[in-house]
């Protein structure tokens, strides 16, 4: 004797023909800003803010070694306040990722004002030209930042029993 109750009575389903669904505007925002309100969630999105910090850390030191190396334009000796910058920069944005790994929402935010001041200070203090390449990638490493300082603040507040994030 065989089970038939798995089997439909009509035999197997077909998938539907035509075109597929589109995503709903719901499905499109949480995927550019996604919900933060359970612990794990807002622990996914804070990452974000620390991948964007270790990136930054990472390009940096590849411009200090492009520096050093010669291998610019411009001779180290004609920016020397360029190569304390690129370590000072180095050093901050381990911290911040450092501190972002344990979900600092202090961290977070240094790391968010830090960047945007020194994009700030390259560009109007020290006169010098971001195209749009450098200023799409700078928006994208703010909007991760953004998301760090959101995941980082959503998880304290969940775990300090604070309901809605």
């Not at 520096?67 to 020397?80: I, K, N």
């Not at 961290?107 to 004002?113: K, P």
């Amino acid at each position: 004797m065989t089970d038939d109750r798995k089997v439909p009575p009509d035999g197997p389903e077909e998938p539907p023909k035509g075109d597929p669904t589109q995503p709903s505007r719901a499905t499109i925002r949480q995927t550019w800003w996604p919900p933060v309100d359970t612990v794990e969630a807002a622990e996914r999105v804070a990452r974000y803010g620390f991948w964007a910090a270790a990136i930054n850390a990472a390009l940096t030191g590849l411009l200090l070694y492009l520096l050093l190396t010669g291998s610019t334009a411009a001779p180290v000796a004609a920016h020397p306040v360029a190569v304390w910058w690129a370590v000072a920069d180095i050093a901050i944005s381990v911290a911040v990722a450092a501190g972002l790994w344990f979900y600092s929402p202090v961290a977070a935010v240094a790391g968010l004002v830090l960047f945007v001041a020194s994009r700030g200070f390259g560009w109007l203090v020290a006169a010098a030209q971001p195209d749009v390449t450098a200023i799409l990638t700078a928006l994208l490493f703010v909007y991760f930042y953004v998301l760090g300082v959101r995941g980082t603040v959503a998880r304290r507040r969940l775990l300090l029993g604070g309901g809605d994030a």
